[in-house]
């Protein structure tokens, strides 16, 4: 059978959240105010180490290229979500899904690569992250993460787009996934599946298995007995707690089988790795920094605050000390029990 014949479906149909108008109305504003803040938080920190001097160091320039990076990973579903909410036939064409679909894993690959890299930079700095991040390795690192992530991708999603779809076109998710797009094929391709899987699986797995490494390494840290020693490392307690969520998530999706899940499951499940984590980054990687805060403030509002000026920093938990360190060994165990689920 001629392949080109087979493929009448020109465009797909993504349902969405599925619902009432005043449903559908509420879900549009909550999505758009996240997507807002989103772009507003990963912007003025990718401005502000682009314009700031003091930032022009190997760490902000990492932490400008992940926030830059999560611009573009909320950008390629959230404006689309947004469109088809309010759209009466919530289509989407057959290269734009296709296309959807590779920047969405592509971006999601490098955002792995980042969070690994940066976990690294959040529990290391303390001890001798100035002296081996230098500006070759910063750049040698930033520049694998974006190869690596838009290089893995395009060969499988090619195959995968030129599968026979004949119809159903429906499809019932906000965006264009793997298995829906599998399941609305004419015709199985196990040797495509299997492949992206397996990439996608080794991406997580490596990545994990990195973080892992260094989450059991600096275990003991959580059990100084020193409070100034626990102080410097409440940095670690955000990054495991987002990494967590991200990871979890993901791994639920894409490395476990899904069959099981409910559909709304499924979609909540996407919404917290796709959306909620570009929303919560900029808060636990850089809006905690001094330097980054005075930085920001100078980007946002034009204003030149000087270092004596700038009142003494208050920590981001107002609780006392041993509340704190029990709320980071939850963190951290939580993190361990997700990934040995």
Sequence with gaps: MNRSATRIVTEFVLLGFPGHWKTQIFLFSLFLVVYALALLGNGAITCAVRW???????????LGNFAFLEIWYVSSTVPNMLVNILSKTKAISFS??????HFFFSLGTAECLF???????????PLH???????????????LCWLIGFLGYPIPIFFISQLPFCGPNIIDHFLCDMDPLM????????????IFYTQSSFVLFFTITYILIYTLLFRAVFQAPSAAGQRKDFSICGSLAVVSFFYGTVMVMYVS???GISTLMQKILTLVYSIMIPFLNPLIYSLRNKDMKLALRNVLFGMRISQNSQAKD?????????????????????FVL????
């Design 52 to 62: 700031d001097p003091r930032l022009h160091s190997p760490m902000y320039f990492l």
């Design 96 to 101: 734009g899904c296709f296309l959807q679909f």
């Design 115 to 125: 969070l690994a890299v940066t976990v690294d930079l959040a529990i290391c700095h």
């Design 129 to 143: 992250y100035p002296t081996i991040m230098t500006r070759k390795l910063c750049g040698m690192l930033v520049s």
């Design 183 to 194: 399941a609305l094929s004419c015709t199985p391709a196990p040797i495509t599946e299997f």
């Design 257 to 259: 089988p899904t069959f």
């Design 314 to 334: 208050v920590s981001y938990f107002q609780v006392p000390m041993k509340n704190k360190v029990e709320m980071c060994k939850f963190f951290q165990w939580s």
């Design 338 to 341: 997700i990934l040995s689920s």
